[in-house]
């Protein structure tokens, strides 16, 4: 495959694409390529087993998305009611409602794919067997009414998939005898990739030794593209390193320091990651000036990544930095205020940080910094890190005696925090007199049998929207326990808690009664009884064994549940040696040892560093050997650098399970001559504990170590060190935060260590000095109300220790603050756009002091409370932003405030404005055409909106040539309009209405061929009718129609 792909590209590149250049006239081949790897299978599987991600990070390059979409979970039932148990809904014998066994999931479907077919998956079991429906954004489809859609079993098939008409939120609903329940939203994308534009691209002109970046632009494509880039002829792809560098954020091309091995042409090649389609960008030639070579300069960073980046937790961040400089700059990365996440990665020298598996402690402000001998730049982000909903509590099918109050509780961690919606039959249930919604839980006060059915609660935040299903029953019942809680054995050891479960299903709800034997129990410290039933023991021991009977009893009957608990002694383990330090090649054995109930057996494994160890795997320098029933060794083997760490031994037994752990050292011996006596060590720390051993090798190997020595510790010295990166830090008016690295304990050099924080005003004699006592101190805040805002102050931090004073810092300028804004901006004004966009403008007053970075604007609806607010950020001076994503024809609440990294302003008073209607969603109809040549004239009926829809303001006649993306746009404000077909080929036409809230649901396409101004031989028209009901009439008519109109 790679091999076809490949000849595909170097005939394309030599212009010897000889079908495709007849398919575009006058397009030059060297850019006129589409590549394509087709999949090797035609099955539409294949795009229906690829989970889109339904939600990603606008601001980061790669952000793989969790699966936290499982199967829909369920809250456990509430104290006081009685469940009947899931076990139930596998009994063809007993009747319940619809439970999802199968929801769609997110599709992207290529535009060109060879298959038709589209399915979206649902599948549920019921007792009677569920019916099946489909919603697309929220309205009913109508299966019977379009020869496109079929059902087979649950399932949705869509033949001949559009994007025009198809594209959307997708919902099945399921329904039998005891109710409905609407599935999760699945999302139905299109994939594709356009075409660079086919203009000449201008040369680019550097000096040697300048930086330089090439723009890839790249064409429309959904989804995600990866970016590429040929150096002069295929297959010569631009290397990555620390001079050239590919951003997968913008697609540009970036060169720190042009050097004459540069000069050539340029292509940017993308690939769609789902299609995998490809397309070249024209040639972008890169010469140099002739005007003498560029002079050596600091760094400037040219691409990095932005000023908040917000990513799912579990996924992986990639974040971009790159600059321009002479000497060719490197980058360096830190976590301000902490350190690197372990788990973090440097990749394309250095240029992308990568973080796999993002988790909230990874949150925080991350500096990039370029660097050469000329100078630095540094930039700073934050990185947010938010989560999905996700279910903490389960929500039970419940049944209830008529009477009694029903009390679910829906409970779901987020970030943000989840909000709470419910269902009852897939519609929204809504506070009545006897029905209370209030966060999350919803109560039903005296419940009946019209209160019956199935009830979903949703929890969701901007991120995400996850389902909980239950079926609440009217029902009254003796008496009866589940298979899982039928007679059982529980073996546990002393001191353990015990909890045996007896949760009868009955309505109402049963008395419990224990028994021990033919005793009955009554509750002490140890021996408690749960609400729900169960039986907790704290602290077991050998007198707690024993059988033990759980019944239950109300007005209709009673039953019964055994279980025998078993009490064991605790397992003990014995891990030797517990700290071993040992030289490379030599080889030892750790010896695990299990002490244990003699009636159980147990099972040992071995890890290195948390991770199991592979016997297999390892060169054989790991040997597993089990002497005896009750203990096993580790033998390892030649040890090597690689084999340092801490080795840990678990044991498991049937009732609990034990691990301990011992550090292994691995060191490698200074060599010095055979015939030497003693040695000198130099250049040791001050202060500084050491110890010594001796080893002894030769041609044949290497002896065993000796004892170590007597532990030393080198004498005191003044301290040698500064502290680094000494900087200001954000704080309130009249203060003055100063910041620095803290020094190590190995570089402190004695006792008594300690920072002198010396700053004086600029321009001022004299320092004054503080004295920070803490050796671990990292900041010193300096307060005086006479400072004013803004006041530039030299800085310095030295070291002291016992022994006397050591060196300062470098000097650096740090400002006091100047605090937060305190003026609201003014003049806000919100416009409507369309049905999704708001425009907010605002202007803010200048002030002298706490000069904003950015404004955040708060929006919510008119219903929700401010606190509920959504927030989007601006950066500098912008003011305005665009509000995408609204909901239509709703009313709207903004506000606007400053920020700077001191806090946030006071907001502005809230201004109002409301979305448009939709467009409208019927179609123009009946579309007639008569064809002239190049000419098409076109009529159609108008089209009527609903009620809750735009009114039409004029029609788009969208044409273009069959094998392009981009369609020409005629507007019109009748119902007709003269099309010209400039050159010879197939044309797809299509035509809309256009309101103020966006553009209508387009025609069927219309396919007419052209003949490049040609004329029809004989005096003769064709007028062609497409009418909505699917069927079509031609009439030959004897008189040419003028083009201008009907």
């Given amino acids: 495959m790679w091999l076809s792909w490949k000849l595909l590209l170097y005939l394309s590149l030599t212009g010897c694409l000889s079908d495709y250049s007849e398919a575009v006239p006058g397009l030059p081949t060297s850019y006129a390529a589409i590549l394509r790897i087709k999949s090797g299978s035609s099955s539409l599987a294949s795009f229906n087993s690829k989970n889109r991600p339904r939600l990603s990070s606008p601001s980061l390059g790669s952000v793989s998305s969790p699966g936290w979409r499982g199967t829909t979970q369920h809250y456990h039932s509430p104290t006081n009611l009685y469940h009947f148990s899931e076990t139930f809904k596998h009994d063809e014998s007993v009747d319940y409602g619809p439970v999802f066994v199968q929801e769609p999931d997110d599709i992207i479907f290529p535009t060109d794919s060879e298959e038709k077919k589209v399915s979206l998956n649902c ?46 939120q997708y919902q099945c609903l399921t329904t039998n005898m005891f109710g409905s329940i609407l599935s999760r939203e699945a999302v139905l994308q299109f994939a594709y990739l356009g075409n660079f534009s086919g203009r000449t691209r201008s040369a680019v002109s550097v000096r040697e030794g300048q930086g330089v970046v090439l723009m890839c632009s790249p064409p429309l494509h959904s989804p995600e593209i990866i970016y590429s880039w040929v150096f002069n002829e295929f297959p010569s792809f631009v290397a990555e390193d620390s001079r050239r560098f590919i951003s997968q954020e913008t697609g540009n091309l970036y060169i720190s320091k042009v050097q004459t091995s540069d000069v050539g042409s340029y292509i940017c090649l993308v690939k769609n990651t789902v299609t995998n389609a490809r397309v070249l960008s024209p040639p972008t030639p890169l010469t140099l000036r002739n005007d003498g070579v560029m002079g050596e300069y600091e760094p400037k960073i040219e691409v990095h990544f932005p000023y908040i980046v917000t990513a799912a937790r579990g996924t992986t961040v990639k974040m971009e930095c790159f600059a321009l400089g002479n000497p060719v700059p490197t980058i360096s990365w830190r976590k301000v205020n902490g350190h690197n996440p372990s788990k973090a990665r440097l990749r394309k020298s250095q240029a992308v940080l990568e973080i796999p598996n993002v988790q909230l402690e990874d949150s925080g402000m991350y500096e990039c910094k370029a660097e050469n001998s000329r100078g630095r730049n540094v930039f700073r982000g934050q990185l947010q890190v938010y989560t999905y909903p996700h279910w903490v509590e389960k929500l039970n099918d419940t049944q209830l005696d008529s009477g009694d109050q029903l009390r679910w509780e829906c409970k779901a961690t987020g970030k943000p925090r989840p909000t709470y919606r419910w269902l009852k039959n897939g519609v929204p249930l ?55 809680q039928m007679r059982k054995t529980i073996i546990v050891t002393k001191g353990q808690e015990v909890v045996i479960e007896c949760k009868p299903e009955a309505s109402p709800k049963p008395t419990i009664t224990w028994k021990k034997g033919d005793k009955v129990l009554r509750e002490n410290k140890r021996i408690i009884f749960l609400p729900h039933g169960s039986l907790r023991i704290l602290n077991a021991s050998k007198s707690d064994e024993g059988r033990y009977l759980c019944q239950g009893v109300n007005v209709f009957g009673s039953a019964e549940i055994i279980a025998s608990l078993s009490v064991k002694e605790p397992t003990r383990i014995e891990l030797t040696p517990k700290k071993v330090e040992l030289t490379v090649g030599e080889s030892i054995v750790l010896s695990c040892k299990a002490l244990h109930d003699s009636t159980m057996d147990v099972t040992f494994y071995w890890t290195l560093n948390g991770q199991p160890i592979d016997f297999e795997k390892e060169g054989g320098h790991f040997e597993s050997i089990k002497a005896q029933a009750s203990s096993a060794d580790l033998m390892i083997r030649n040890i090597l650098l690689m084999h340092a760490g801490r080795y840990g031994c678990r044991v498991q037994t049937a009732a609990d399970t034990v691990s301990d752990e011992t550090e292994l050292l691995v060191r490698v011996p200074d060599l010095i001559s055979g015939d030497m006596e003693s040695a000198m060590a130099v250049e040791l720390n001050p202060w500084v504990e050491y110890e010594f051993r001796v080893v002894a090798t030769n041609k044949i190997g290497t002896g065993d170590p000796s004892a170590p020595s007597r532990v030393i510790r080198t004498n005191e010295a003044v301290p040698k060190t500064p502290p680094a990166n000494v900087s200001g830090r954000s704080g309130r008016r009249h203060e003055l935060v100063i910041a620095w690295e803290p020094v190590s304990e190995e570089f402190q050099s004695g006792e008594g260590f300690g920072y002198i924080v010396a700053f004086r005003p600029n321009g001022t004699r004299g320092w004054k000095e503080k004295m920070v006592t803490s050796s671990d101190a990292s900041k010193f805040i300096y307060r005086d109300e006479s400072v004013p805002p803004l006041t530039p102050f030299e800085v310095k931090v030295g070291v002291y220790n016992n022994k006397g004073d050591g060196p300062f810092s470098p000097i650096v300028v740090i400002c006091s603050a100047e605090g937060e804004p305190t003026a609201a901006p003014i003049d806000v004004k919100a416009t409507s756009l369309s049905v999704s966009e708001i425009l907010v403008a605002w202007k803010h007053i200048k002030e002298s002091l706490g000069r904003p970075q950015g404004f955040e604007v708060g929006y919510w609806k ?18 305005s932003i665009l509000l995408t994503g609204l909901e239509g024809n709703t009313l709207y609440h903004l506000t606007v405030r400053a920020y700077n990294a001191a806090g946030y302003g006071p907001p502005s008073t809230a201004v109002h404005a409301a979305t448009k209607k939709s467009p409208p969603s019927q179609a123009p109809g009946n579309i007639m055409w008569i064809q ?58 299509e035509v809309c209405a256009v309101s103020e809230g966006g553009d209508g649901t387009a025609s069927p396409q219309i396919r007419v061929p052209s003949f490049s101004g040609g004329k029809v031989t004989s005096a003769q028209s064709t007028l062609h009718v497409l009418s909505t009901s699917s069927s079509s009439v031609t009439l030959l008519l004897a008189l040419i129609v003028p083009s201008t109109s009907w």
Wanted: glycine content about 8%.
């Fill in 430 to 484: 809504w506070p009545q007199s006897r029905i209370e919604m209030i966060n999350g839980v919803l109560m039903i006060h005296s419940a009946n049998v019209s209160d019956a059915g199935m009830y979903q609660c949703l929890a969701e935040n901007k991120y995400g929207t996850i389902y909980a299903s239950a079926e609440l029953k009217i029902l009254a019942s003796a008496p009866t326990f589940p298979l899982n």
């Fill in 932 to 989: 002239d040549g190049s000419h098409v004239s076109l009529g159609w009926e108008p089209v009527r909106p609903l009620a809750n829809e735009s009114d039409v303001m004029g029609y788009k006649v969208l044409f273009r040539q069959e094998g392009q993306s981009n369609s020409q746009v005629i507007e019109t404000q009748k119902t007709s309009a003269v099309v010209l077909l400039p050159d010879v080929g197939v044309y797809i036409i």
């Fill in 123 to 168: 599948q549920a079991r019921g007792n009677p067997t569920p019916t099946y429906r489909w919603l697309r954004n929220g309205t009913e489809i109508d299966i019977e009414s379009d020869y496109r859609f079929s059902l087979i079993e649950g399932s949705l098939i869509i033949s001949n998939p559009s994007e025009m008409k198809d594209s959307g």
């Fill in 862 to 879: 008119d219903m929700q409370q401010e606190e509920a607010a959504e927030k989007v950020k601006t950066e500098g001076n912008e003011s």
